[in-house]
């Protein structure tokens, strides 16, 4: 057997990135899951975890599990695999804390298989370990922690990933500590919408990804806003508007929802803006007594990293 | 009196492209109109036609008119103008024959005004001519004609327009001789869609402009998707399905409804593709027994064009 062992950091990842529900996402430097991965004589899947989640070990109960066995069968030549995973992106706080499990555990796997699999194939493992996180599977997390920078997921089915271009920006995130289920913050969504409000969405996402692609900071921070799903799931999380508003004060570019929340995201374009937008974040949550962890990074721009 | 005359060539644009329902249009090189103004002792806008299509002269009754009226009103300086227009775009073929009369009649009229107006302002005043065409105040059509390229309409109340790359592309049309009127094509439009729906629709505006900005073609052809629009408005147009079908076949990338019809477009890689674009068009109107024109160009870069 081979004695092969691969560690690697998978990003925390913001999706949906305001206006564009479901399509975009993008990874951050911080924070990261640590996770280590080789060849085992067992067969099957062996998981131990190195952190204080208690997340399943069972490999189809849990999302690193369920991604590698769906790699697995396209990997015959695979007995078994002993995976260690240290969690620090916390599960439940909107992150991207499955997919960073999912997509790091896949990307692993293929580095001990030589590179056998493209980045495509990994995101189609890994959306397995989405599907038993929310029952839906989704790459807008995915994408981005393999991808790396900020990715456009166009279609599902058929997969078509476009990776976007990331100028550097300053990401500020906050996590209040209570819990949004995924299932209900998407539950509380209204299926149908109105045709004038989606076209005001397109325009955005539109000016969104020419921002982007030209490095139009004001440009990207008018095409923030989001007219569709914010004013729905924003009432789920205390202090949102109050954030919202005073990090714009503060100068930041704008932001939101970070997935389906509790986290909240705000983008600057420097550093002292984005830890000024931290500042803000710690007195709303403060003044409402509610318990919160910060992070001011930067936007990812390779993914699931490879250390050793 | 200062007795200078400009003359300018207003070209038709192809307002949607396919997903961009509302925000996206471009300009293309043929055909277009061809008009000329100068100041007037007499108050107020004399309109002279010097085509076949007796539209009316009364300036609050032409779109041009309307466009001009509204600039004057922020150019109390202006006694009066004197407008020529030989329209060479056929009114009612939906590829923005009244955007070409509004947005050429003020771009000639601010370059008389030593451009005293900025483009912004020049389609502020022109959206007034598509009021008075369509009912609404639409900038995909205006925009796309005074700034050239493709260009994103974010928003309209505040006006943002965001001038997107425009790659290399070859545009064939056909215009079937049917008539769509705007109105109709916009009442059969459901006010009501589903998220779903949305989404997939959003997932290609965004792969759309990145394509433009990557200059990604193959991107681009797989973004030309509309499950919104299309399927109703498309009705109204007999032989769309098979020309859509057949110029895939011939390798167009994509295209579809011209505005709100009747025209249809297609975009191509090379001239040879969209030349035998053309002839598909040309067998499937024949078979039909429609009488129909059709054109071969390409993305006009510079919008209304000042010649003298």
């Known amino acids: 057997m081979n004695n092969k062992k691969i560690v690697v950091h998978a990003p925390a990842t913001v999706a949906n990135m305001v206006c564009g529900f479901d399509i ?20 099957g899947i062996t998981i131990i975890n190195e952190d204080e989640y208690n997340l399943p070990t069972n490999p ?28 620090q992106i916390k599960p439940g706080s909107g992150v991207g ?21 493209s980045k495509e194939d990994l995101v189609r493992f ?79 996402i539109a000016g969104l990804v020419a921002g982007l692609q030209k490095e139009d900071y004001d440009l990207i921070g008018r095409s923030l806003e989001d007219v569709l799903i914010e004013p729905i799931r924003s009432i789920l999380i205390p202090g949102f ?6 990090s714009k004060e503060a100068a930041a570019l704008g932001g939101g929802i970070s997935g389906s929340g509790p986290s909240i995201f705000m983008l600057s374009k420097s550093e002292s803006t984005a830890k000024e937008v931290e500042q803000v974040m710690h007195e709303v949550f403060e003044n409402i007594g509610l318990a919160h962890h910060t992070y001011v990074t930067t936007i990812n721009q390779h993914g699931v990293k490879i250390i050793s």
Not at 60 to 87: H, Q, S, T
Not at 97 to 113: K, R
Request: hydrophobic letters at 45%.
């Open 241 to 246: 508007d109050l954030v919202k508003q005073k």
């Open 60 to 87: 189809e109960k849990n999302v690193a599990g369920a991604a590698l066995l769906a790699l697995m069968e396209e990997a015959p030549e695979v007995k078994g695999f002993e995976l260690r995973i240290k969690k």
């Open 97 to 117: 804390s499955s997919a960073a499990s999912s997509a790091g555990a896949v990307v692993a796997a293929n580095a001990l298989l030589n590179n056998k699999f």
């Open 126 to 204: 890994a959306m397995n370990g989405e599907k038993l996180a929310s029952g839906v599977k989704h790459a807008d997390n995915i994408a981005p922690c393999i991808y790396g920078g900020v990715t456009l997921i166009r279609s599902i089915f058929p997969l078509d990933i476009v990776q976007l271009n990331a100028p550097t920006l300053y990401v500020t995130i906050v996590h209040p500590q209570i819990e949004v289920r995924t299932a209900d913050a998407r539950s509380i969504l209204k299926q149908q919408i109105q045709l004038k409000d989606a076209i005001k969405q397109w325009g955005n």
């Open 24 to 43: 975009l996402g993008f990874a951050v430097n911080d924070p990261y899951d640590i996770m280590s991965i080789s060849f085992s004589d067992h067969a």
